[in-house]
């Protein structure tokens, strides 16, 4: 039977990419557009076990021109039957007293796929992170922003932690 890593971490990951550089512009009901592009870099924790992955943790850090400073963090869930495998999940990137909600819902526009069936492997993924509030300079944050990525994984099966990068950009808007 062929094992495959699963695109759930990929889902903590796009969580991770939604802080970036802002920019900024009036729009009606008092509130503004941002225009996001960041890149995050962390761990990844995953249980792949009978076709199932669970990603119990996904925590990273990144700067971002809106934030500045700041971490991700997310968990998850995916397919692990196929080379590449539908995902979704929820998460937040955090800095200070500001802070982003996010999901990523399970379809198969969030994928992810491995480079193998057995050892080391590398899963790259791609998606559209959907916010769905925040607060401090993310106040009532709302828009979709897309993500790609890589993790580093030791193994196709059992618990595994591995090393991950995301890229994200997209628009938001704001309360302002």
Known sequence: MKKHIPSVVLVALVCVGLSAGPAFSAAPGNTKK???????SGKASLLINNGKATISSITGSGKNSLFGASKVSGSGSAAASQQCDPFGGKGSIAGGANKITFTVTRSSSQQGCANGESGPVTVTFHGVAVATGGNGKANGAT?????????KLGGTSG????SFTVTLSGTLTVKG
Do not use: A, I, M, N
């Open 34 to 40: 941002v225009t996001f592009s960041s890149k995050y």
């Open 143 to 151: 828009g979709s922003l897309k993500f790609s990525g890589s993790l």
């Open 159 to 162: 618990s595994q932690d591995g």
